[in-house]
């Protein structure tokens, strides 16, 4: 597959331990860099979202696809939970770069060795549909482009289940963890959904609870802070943010992402002083 100009480029590079992973060249900034790409989807994205206890159809969205660590570990989760008669992985990007790269370094990343019949139809298409041999039906679809003007867009998708919030820090791209961005996003997720993100800026959580989702703390990946959780129904959270956090929001200095428009600012604290969140 030819390099696209324009979207993602990446590198391969070494975690301190030595795993091989990613580095995205336009931020520096490298991808799963402490615990390796399938660790931390595995640990971070797969844990967290409970999907062995899943049964019927589940339907993931894989925001900010990168080099297929989320993907590839959904993918496992399905393989082994029988239950699950049908997965959906709506993955989000740019473009194709990362999996072009996982791709030609196959070698060093045997975690994709169950998928390794996928990935290069995954790169040739925008759709697969594979049956399982035991009758079950893994389902790809990937929706290419700048994610602000995706959710703008009048594309139809399933609504999903699991959001895997996978996107480059709020330092470098500020526009993707925007109030607009959550309240976009929250109106194509169902009720009972369970969006799981690394990031546990104050930013990110406000704009979280006030686009309309409760919020809690989730597992702490590596050596990073506990990452968060959001649901539009709170009893889909074990640990929702209490109601000190309120007063945290209050002192923070940096309560809002640096693109946030000034009159979401107010909407956001407005929200938060009101959520219901605190009530319960």
């Known amino acids: 597959m030819p390099i696209n100009d324009a979207g993602n480029k990446y590198a391969l590079v070494y975690t301190e331990s030595g795993i091989p992973t990613f580095r995205h060249l336009a931020t520096q900034e490298t991808l799963h860099g402490q615990v ?23 339907i993931v969205y894989d925001i900010g696809m990168g080099c297929g660590a989320q993907l590839i570990a959904m993918f496992h989760a399905f393989l082994a939970n029988k239950n699950l008669t049908h997965m959906t992985i ?5 473009e194709k770069e990362g999996l072009v790269l996982l791709w030609q370094n196959k070698e060093l990343f045997p975690y994709i060795n169950q998928f390794t019949h996928i990935l290069p139809m ?12 035991d009758g ?9 482009g700048d994610f602000v003007q995706t959710l703008e867009s009048e594309a139809k998708y399933p609504y999903a289940d699991i959001i ?22 929250r109106e194509r997720v169902k009720e009972d959904s369970l969006l799981i993100t690394y990031s546990s800026a104050t930013c990110i959580r406000a704009a979280l609870l006030a686009s309309g989702f409760f919020v809690g703390m989730g597992i702490a990946s590596g050596k990073k802070a506990r990452s968060t959780l959001a649901s539009p129904t709170a009893q889909t959270l074990k640990e929702l943010l209490p109601p000190e956090w309120k007063n945290r929001f209050a002192r923070s200095q940096a309560q809002f992402s640096s693109l946030e428009k000034d009159e979401n600012k107010a909407i956001i604290k407005e929200r938060i002083a009101t959520h219901s969140q605190w009530d319960l």
């Open 136 to 144: 079950r039906l893994f389902e790809w679809i990937f929706i290419q």
């Open 36 to 58: 390796g790409p399938y660790e931390e989807a595995q640990k971070l994205y797969v844990e967290s979202s409970a999907i062995q206890t899943k049964n019927g159809k589940c």
């Open 90 to 94: 709506v993955s989000f990007d740019l």
């Open 122 to 133: 995954c790169l040739e298409k925008n759709h697969l549909l594979v049956n399982l041999e």
């Open 164 to 185: 895997c919030y996978d996107f480059f820090s709020p330092a470098s791209h500020p526009q993707l963890w925007t109030y607009n961005i959550f309240s976009k996003l």
